[in-house]
């Protein structure tokens, strides 16, 4: 880690106090090493009552010396009202051995209970003390993930070092925060995590353990606001257009924009007309239109003379791209070309060489727009589909190409409203909220999978009328090998049934496998494709009509939403069945229900937040974000949007970080790893 530098105006003692706590990274590192469970070391037993492989503390005493014998380890034996117990030692000195275990007295020991031919015996005892003296083993001992390599006490002495060496610092919060949920300080919730004295101080839900989490949100949401108000006042280029292309392009649609969309086109002009980058996202449900948002940007940017990219996450989506938008660029009059990574030499050299001259306005593409060899005149704008596979750094690279470029981030994720804003803290947010009109809602039903045979009757009909299906099986991590063999059991029985009309896609198929696949598929000659979720995110074959869902009560409604959005999208009207396996327990129950009820992504997204938490959408890849370390998705995703309105609240207040508040909050900056933000502000 960088020395630490003190904020402007910091006090002396606060500064040596921080370079005590973040002292090199390692210091740092043990302080935030969250213990994943504990050793409760508080309940005394008797000897005939320890129980082999549990840990026991006994008071019992020493009765005898047995000492080593040949390669044996030294044994002393130990007696209470119940029975004996032996402690073993090997490689002990005899007179070490004869200090600690003075025959006839008294002693607590607590360690791992073993039997060893048949007797009960202790092998090297965790902790060994006078209770004559008021001595206790601690009452409970956290332990930590990663002892494989380090032993358990070794990395406890490094922690406690750590502590003893780890002052008071200036609360960063307001102090109605902790007060209001009876929190402790910073320090003494770390103490209790590092030294509890009842196994509830290392609850990931106690007290101690949410503190610290929150303060690792609420850093995280200083940063991204610190970083949103850094790119909104550094140089970029104004684009004003003159409605040349724009003009063009709203005139030759068939259909008029919805609301949403002319709110969105509306925010996005007024964006990049201010003299910065844009950062923004434009979040639509599936079917939205953010296409023609896209384009109407670029159209927007090329009437400024810069040109546009757009970037797709697979070779196959940058084509579907590039079919849907070269219509639209053109008939604004604008000249756009697809790069991916298959082109041959000659029309990908010729398509170089267009944009280079500036004579192509738009090239929509894959992470092969990065090249080196892919050169623009003037780069001014970037739209990314789909961003949650992209990282910042891919989208810095792009950014690069440029300069200053404004960047539209398009995603077909809702997220509710509260908690956009913390979850995408950097970007501004532009929401189609509203479906252009006539489109039929897709029909959904449950049932429960005993009832596959006759969907697969019902999948034949609609075959027959030229309809496809998908037919999706979960994948969940934890048990991958067994998912993997559920896909492909269903791919065989249909299969069986169907032939050659079968295919299957999943993510251990190499990607020109699964393209080829998807390609069939697509072209008809597969009507039924068996698949993991990798077909979620914006793949479009107008023909598909019927999504199922196997085991739908273990995806979650945001996922279900996504897939079921891949149906309906042609002129058929979609449905979509989610089979169960019973029994559903409540909330399955709850779920799979909302998702008949309602085709509206946001209310189901604001569902999925009421029953699940903030959990998943706080799993989002987040863009160069440093990794959680006290934070736990599921059990903290509540505090989100709390964290956020505290960090906005702050940084408004004092987005140079100043004052005294604003001091203590670089440190915790510099905590948990957002540094950069911290410079960020004392520049601003
Ligand atoms: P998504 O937000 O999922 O990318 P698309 O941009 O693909 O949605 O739009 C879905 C469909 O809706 C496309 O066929 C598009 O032509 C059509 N569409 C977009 N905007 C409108 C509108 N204002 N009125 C009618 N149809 C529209
Ligand atoms: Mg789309």
Not at 131 to 140: D, F, L, R, S
Not at 184 to 199: C, I
Not at 550 to 559: C, H, K, N, T
Request: overall charge neutral; some cysteine; glycine content about 8%.
């Amino acid at each position: 880690m960088a020395p630490f530098k003190l904020p402007r105006g910091a006090r002396r003692e606060a500064a040596e106090l921080i370079a005590k706590v973040a002292g090199g990274d390692l210091n740092r590192d043990l302080l935030f090493l969250a213990p994943h469970g504990a050793i409760d070391r508080r309940n005394r037993v008797a000897i005939a009552d320890t129980r082999e492989g549990e840990i026991a503390t006994i008071e019992a005493e020493v009765d005898k010396h047995l000492g080593a014998f040949r390669n044996a380890p030294y044994r002393i034996r130990l007696r209470d009202e119940t029975g004996f117990l032996t402690v073993a030692y090997f490689r002990a000195r005899e007179d070490m051995m004869q200090r600690l275990w003075p025959v006839g007295q008294k002693r607590l020991v607590s360690g791992k209970i073993e039997l060893w031919n048949g007797e009960r015996q202790m092998l090297h005892p965790d902790h060994v003390v006078d209770p004559a003296k008021g001595e206790a083993p601690p009452p409970v001992e956290p332990v930590y993930p990663l002892t494989a390599d380090l032993p358990l006490r070794t990395l406890q002495r490094a922690i406690k070092t750590a502590l003893d060496a780890t002052g008071e610092l200036p609360e960063w919060l307001d102090p109605t925060t902790p007060q209001g949920h009876d929190w402790p300080r910073f320090r003494e919730a770390l103490v209790k995590l590092h030294q509890p004295a009842e196994p509830g101080d290392i609850k990931p839900d106690g007290p101690a353990r949410t503190r610290l989490a929150y303060d690792e949100l609420f850093a995280r949401q200083c940063a991204l606001r610190l970083r949103r108000a850094h790119r909104r006042d550094s140089a970029g280029r104004a684009v004003i257009g003159d409605g040349s292309h724009t003009k063009r392009l709203l005139a030759a649609l068939p259909y008029k924009p919805t609301g949403a969309q002319t709110r969105a086109f509306a925010e996005i002009a007024a964006d990049m007309a201010r003299p910065a980058p844009m950062l923004r996202l434009l979040q639509g449900d599936v079917g939205s239109g953010k296409t023609l948002a896209a384009a109407h940007t670029m159209a927007l940017a090329a009437e400024a003379g810069l040109q546009s990219a757009l970037m797709a996450p697979t070779d196959i989506l940058a084509r579907q791209h590039g079919a849907n938008l070269l219509p639209l660029l053109e008939s604004a009059g604008l000249r756009a070309a697809v790069l991916t990574g298959r082109d041959k030499t000659a029309a990908r050299r010729a398509i170089l060489e267009q944009l280079a001259s500036g004579a192509i306005h738009a090239l929509i593409g894959t992470h092969a727009l990065f090249q080196e060899s892919v050169t623009f005149k003037d780069l001014g704008l970037i739209v990314i589909d789909e961003q949650h596979r992209f990282g910042v750094s891919d989208r810095m690279r792009l950014v690069e190409k440029g300069y200053a470029p404004h960047v539209l981030v398009m995603s077909a994720t809702p997220i509710p409203r509260t908690l956009a804003l913390a979850v995408h803290g950097d970007m501004d947010l532009s929401v189609l909220d509203e479906k252009p009109p006539g489109r039929q809602p897709i029909r959904t039903v449950a049932m429960p999978s005993s009832r596959a045979d006759e969907l697969a009757d019902h999948i034949a009909e609609a075959a027959a009328r030229g309809e496809r299906a998908y037919w999706v099986c979960p994948l969940i991590e934890e048990s991958e090998a067994v998912d993997y063999a559920a896909v492909q059991d269903r791919y065989d029985v249909l299969r069986e049934r169907f032939g050659d009309g079968v295919e299957i896609v999943h993510g251990r198929m190499a990607a020109s496998a699964r393209e080829a696949a998807m390609e069939r598929f697509r072209a008809g000659e597969a009507f039924l494709l068996v698949a993991t979720t990798v077909i979620e995110v914006g793949v479009d074959v107008p023909e598909a009509s019927i999504m199922v869902i196997e085991d739908a009560d273990r995806f979650g409604l945001a996922q279900l939403h996504q897939l079921r959005g891949r149906v309906g999208r042609g002129s058929l009207r979609g449905s979509c069945v989610l089979l169960w396996r019973g029994p559903l327990s409540q909330t399955a129950r709850e779920r799979l229900d909302i998702m008949r009820r309602t085709d509206d992504g946001f209310v189901i997204a604001e569902k999925d937040y009421q029953l699940r938490g903030a959990g998943d959408m706080l799993g989002f890849r987040q863009s160069g974000l440093p990794p959680f370390r006290l934070v736990d998705p599921e059990t903290h995703g509540k505090l989100l949007a709390g964290a956020d309105m505290e960090a906005r609240m702050a940084i408004d207040r004092d987005p140079t970080l100043e004052y005294e508040r604003g001091r203590a909050i670089a440190m915790a900056l510099e905590l948990f790893g957002y540094a950069e933000a911290a410079q960020l502000a004392r520049s601003g």
